[in-house]
């Protein structure tokens, strides 16, 4: 199933969830872009979002307002909802209106791998190449990776650092998957300082040597962190 952590607040963008594109909710059109690979519920902090939602036909579940992360919210909303240990739950990001259903596709493919190998913790993530020019922006997050694909390291910052002048950088897509069971084991682990220092949950599964295999995908979609990110989305709906 897929879970949409939605919060109203936002210190960069107020009410970014809920912003206009094309006559239609941010939330929502995310929700609407993955509704055909199965159940999708947004799990919102506030009344606002859920009616939203639910006057779209997009189901909605109100949870804490006291959560530190999307991927904490989606945890309360999998107890609520009583899902099992070995389903997966693909954490698709409120702010992603342009999200192609064939990354998550491929994402759900590279969970089932893990889950038939057996593997105690399973998480996923998925990243595509970018230039240099984008690796200096420090709204998209950068990855490093081992030569298995799992993520060694995310950052702001861009890394590797070029000093041999050949490097090659890899965007993070900010969409995560889990079993249920490891949903859970990662939201019990204790906050990590690389987390708060770069403000990236996923920091707290590598400090703790937790995996996260990443998913090479091919992406033209973006999130939206700025109101020049919503000119942008807007425009493409005109």
């Known amino acids: 199933m897929i879970i949409i952590p939605a919060r109203l607040a936002s210190s960069r963008f107020p009410q970014k969830v809920l912003a206009d594109i094309g006559g239609v909710p941010m939330v929502v059109r995310t929700a609407q872009r993955v509704a055909h690979l199965g159940r999708v519920v ?18 909605a579940m109100l949870t804490s307002t006291t959560h530190k992360s999307g991927t904490d919210r989606i945890n309360e909303c999998a107890n609520i909802l009583k899902v099992d240990d070995d389903e997966l739950i693909i954490n698709v990001q409120a702010d992603e209106p342009f999200i192609e259903a064939d990354v998550v596709e491929k994402l759900i ?14 998480m996923a993530s998925c990243y595509n190449s970018i230039n240099s020019e984008s690796a200096q922006d420090a709204n998209l997050v950068k990855v490093v990776l081992d030569d298995q694909d799992n993520a060694i390291y995310f950052s702001r910052s861009p890394i590797p650092y070029n000093r041999s002048g050949e490097a090659q950088y890899f965007g993070h897509i900010g969409i995560y998957g889990f079993s249920k069971k490891s949903l859970k084991e990662f939201c019990d682990l204790n906050d990590a ?10 920091l707290r599964a590598i400090y703790h040597q937790k995996k996260i295999s990443m998913v090479k995908v091919t992406s033209t979609g973006f999130g939206i962190d700025t109101e020049e990110d919503l000119k942008r989305a807007v425009e493409i709906f005109l």
Request: include cysteine.
């Open 42 to 59: 947004v799990a919102a902090d506030d009344e606002l979002i859920i009616s939203t939602c639910r006057a779209h036909g997009v189901e």
């Open 109 to 122: 493919k590279r969970l089932e791998e893990l889950k038939q190998k057996g593997e105690e913790f399973i």
């Open 193 to 202: 300082p690389i987390e708060d220092i770069e403000k990236l949950e996923q």
